[in-house]
């Protein structure tokens, strides 16, 4: 299953029916894990640990020295979950004692070419990253965010779960839940109401997440108030909690 052209450094753990492609490079203290496909040319760098059931396309480039200057060759590490898909050219890079160390990207992820997830970035599953997709360093992105080609978000930035960037979307400050953003600066334009509805939000369900993102985008309340109404309404609509805590938790300031 291993490509006689192919480099696989000696301490490499590899489950026996991984595959690894032509002139691939696989380094010190890489894990990969069982029915992992790795194309061409790709290269992975350790400490990473890649999980089950990904494909890893030809000259991608995973887990090499994160891109920060401060980085002085600690042991930070990668780690990937299971069945992403990961398409040729993207790179990510490993984490920093700056933040937690590690970069984490989870499971069931579509990552399309020419993707860049800097150091100690968490992506969270069911993600889509359209071609030339960027993360700046300690970015944080939810389950089921999509993020349209040529999308650029800056360092420490959060994106809420279930949100959607639109192509070339320049994002500098935290995207709530559920919220969809678009220009350049980003600016919030309305939820994301087709995506709720492919995953099964009833049709009270996103008029109640509409009515919350009224509140807080829309009438020109305060947002210590607006999180204040959306918290009294979250106790019997609990499709708001993650609405709430990404109003909640915001360091950056809110894209409003």
């Known amino acids: 299953m291993i490509h006689a052209t ?3 450094s000696d301490n490499a753990i590899i489950a026996d029916d991984v595959e690894i492609g032509p002139y691939a490079i696989i380094g010190d203290n890489v894990e990969i894990g069982s029915g992992t496909r790795i194309d061409s040319h790709a290269v992975i760098n350790g400490p990473a640990i890649i999980g089950k059931d990904n494909h890893i396309y030809q000259f991608a480039s995973l887990g090499d020295d994160p891109q920060d200057k401060k980085y002085a060759n600690e042991p930070t590490r990668l780690v990937v979950g299971d069945r992403n898909t990961i398409r040729e050219f993207c790179t990510f890079g490993r984490g920093t004692v700056q933040d937690r160390g590690e970069t984490t990207v989870g499971n069931d992820n579509w990552i399309m070419a020419y993707v860049h997830i800097a150091h100690d970035c968490v992506v969270g599953d ?37 949100a959607f960037l639109g192509i070339h979307s320049g994002v500098n400050r935290d995207v709530p839940a559920y919220t969809m953003v678009s220009g350049q600066p980003a600016v919030a334009r309305g939820i994301n109401s087709e995506g709720l509805k492919r995953r099964e939000f009833s049709a009270q369900q996103i008029r109640n997440i509409k009515n919350a993102y009224r509140l807080a985008f829309r009438k020109g309340k305060k947002l210590a108030e607006a999180i204040d109404e959306i918290a009294e309404l979250s106790k019997e609509q609990p499709e708001l909690i993650l609405f709430l805590e990404s109003l909640r938790s915001s360091e950056r300031g809110l894209i409003r």
């Open 6 to 8: 192919a480099i696989v």
């Open 126 to 162: 069911n993600t889509i990253m359209a071609n030339n997709t960027t993360l700046g360093g300690h970015v944080h992105i939810g389950d089921w965010v999509i993020c349209g080609g040529f999308s650029g978000i800056h360092q420490f930035c959060r994106i809420g779960a279930h």
